[in-house]
């Protein structure tokens, strides 16, 4: 192919010449990183893995270079998809929560018996608090996660809990979800405080007609982008990484019952389904 002699060649040449596969692992690979190796002929083996499990999970091999997965389980490992109870989907090929069981499970977390309990089962089964599906072959396909915790694509791990709590402080925020799972950056779905912001418009003369209107305003997203800065920053314990660069301002309240549970827990995965499309543009 001319494009082969021209570009990928080149590309591969600046490898040394002797590289003969790079390793994805850390954080998700992005779809667009996986075809571009696959289009310059070099094949990238993405793995998945945790410090809990020693810390390799399986990776892909050069056998099973299914695209969009970690491969298959390594050796001696077992994998299931479970539901939020732990027990096993009669459908191991549906979206669930990845089990493990093996010789490299951690033995549980030093002297915290009662966090050791809520991962790892009595007959040995390890909750990662990923989420994920097997093929037909058996390799894994990781598709989010089921625990708060939002991995960056460069690997930084993330609490959104104490981000979201800081954030709530200011009176013109009524709720708050961190988001940004497998993102360079992380950012924040903003329900406002309704009665406060339309206080703020009046005062800053900003006319509008709808709560919408001002959820869309320069103006006020320029406020909340302050009031962003203003609250997670180093000053207040807050790591560089950890700072909220992309927002959008939700007119509607999440409902118990719908976006939180009856315990006013945020349901995570359930509203990032539902609002996928505006985190997608959130982050285009």
Known sequence: MLGDILVYKTIRQKTGGCLRCPISGGGALPEYVDHFFSAINMELLEGWGLTETSPVNGVRVFERLVPKTVGAPAPEMEIRICDENGVPLSNQHEKGIVFLKGPNIMKGYYKEPEKTKAVI????????????????????????????????????????????????????????????????????????????????????????????????????????????????NLKNGFRDYERIVNITLLKDPFQVGVEITHSLKLKRNFILEKYKSIIDKMFS
Not at 211 to 224: K, T
């Open 121 to 232: 089962s009595k007959d040995g089964w390890f909750n990662t608090g990923d989420l994920g599906r097997l093929t037909l072959k058996g390799d894994l396909q990781l598709t989010g996660r089921a625990k708060d915790t939002i991995v960056l694509i460069g690997g930084e791990n993330i609490e959104p809990g104490p981000i979201e709590d800081k954030l709530l402080e200011h009176p013109l925020i009524y709720q708050v979800m961190v988001v940004g799972q497998d993102k360079k950056v992380i950012g924040a779905l903003i329900i406002p405080q309704e009665e406060n912001l339309i206080e703020f418009a009046k005062k800053h003369s900003i006319s509008f007609g709808t709560l919408q209107d001002l959820c869309v305003n320069p103006f006020i997203l320029e406020e909340y982008r302050k009031i962003c800065k203003s609250k997670i």
